[in-house]
């Protein structure tokens, strides 16, 4: 993938209720042309949905980012699930003993294995 298709993607995945294309190519400060290349690399790849829209009579594109499956084995570290999931918990990431313990395991287990 290109740096501006990973750009474009990385916008299209910031918007979770889809970026018109009409605007895309102005935030990536491409022009329109470059622009339908770009998503149609991406729709080729199967890393967004496209919908017609219209604004102001205009015809463009909706564009989503499709969602991926998350591979279980990332949210396990030392044996461990991430705390996080079913945390009951009043939520305060940056002091989390419970995520910081995670953490180390992850660390740990990234060393381990080099
Ligand atoms: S960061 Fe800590 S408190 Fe927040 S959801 Fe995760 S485990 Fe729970």
Do not use: F
Not at 13 to 23: T, W, Y
Not at 48 to 68: H, N, P, S
């Amino acid at each position: 993938m290109t740096d501006i298709a990973e750009n474009a993607l990385r916008v299209i995945q910031s918007h979770p209720d889809g970026v018109l294309q009409s605007e895309l190519w102005k935030e990536l400060e491409i022009d329109s042309r470059k622009c339908s290349r770009v998503v149609k690399a991406l729709l080729d790849d199967e890393k967004i949905d496209r919908v017609e829209y219209r604004k102001e009579g205009q015809r463009t594109y909706l564009l989503k980012a499709k969602k991926t499956a998350v591979n279980p084995a990332l949210l396990i570290a030392g044996g461990a699930l991430l705390p996080c999931i079913c945390c009951e918990e009043e939520c305060e990431v940056l002091a989390c003993p419970l995520l910081l313990d995670w953490m180390y395991q992850l660390a740990i287990e990234g060393y381990q294995k080099q």
